[in-house]
């Protein structure tokens, strides 16, 4: 079984938590992408809600797809986001930020009444960090904040290189924020609401991609025998 029939999984059941009329947030990757595939289905089938995307990549997908779309400014309060993860641990904590749009993520995500995760179930972690943790940064400054964030991740009891994240041509990713992006490889970060907060102190640090009690449950999807299970 391969991983995209498993994100297919994970976004199938997901699909099941929608009902009439909702408020959804619409996340960002692969795995979300395959759960707007799925809803755009059901869309042109009849169903009715309103999705906010997370992120322009998202925003094209979904109309493409015939979802009708809102701004958060629109409507605040969403009832159900769901979104994929790099990391998800036993308290639901996350990782996010791989394709880049933690920021309005975080916000959508923080906007919603739940946040539902889905993901090959090989995101799970026993400790996060394995997966670089994304710091999105404003470009101003950019080597005075990496040097702050640097002593941050100090205080907060990790260890690990920071690396400003390139795109494709080489140049510094830019993300729909018009801001850029360091990862941080730390392998481990035992502590993450210290980190969390630490991060935040620094002036420059826009948003990382720690989600803290934000998820309120996780969909995640694995191959038993060649059948997908969802747990
Ligand atoms: C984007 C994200 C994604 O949700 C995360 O990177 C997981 O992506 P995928 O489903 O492709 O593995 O946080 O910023």
Redesign the pocket.
Known sequence: MSGPDL?RAAAARALDLVEPGMKLGL??????AAFVTLLGARVRDGLDVVGVPT?EATRAQAEAEGIRLATLDEIPQLDLTI????EVDGQLRLI???????LR?KIVAFASTRMVVI??AA?RVGTLGAFPLPIEVNPFGRTATRIAVEAAIARAGCTGEVRLRLAPDGAPLVTDGGHHILDAHLGAIHDPEALSAALWAVPGVVEH?LFLGLATAAILAEDRAGQAHVT
Do not use: I, P, W
Request: glycine share 30%.
């Open positions: 994100r996340g960002t990757g692969s795995t979300a992120s979104d994929g993860a790099d996010k930020g791989g394709g880049a749009a933690l993520e993901a090959d995101k991609g």
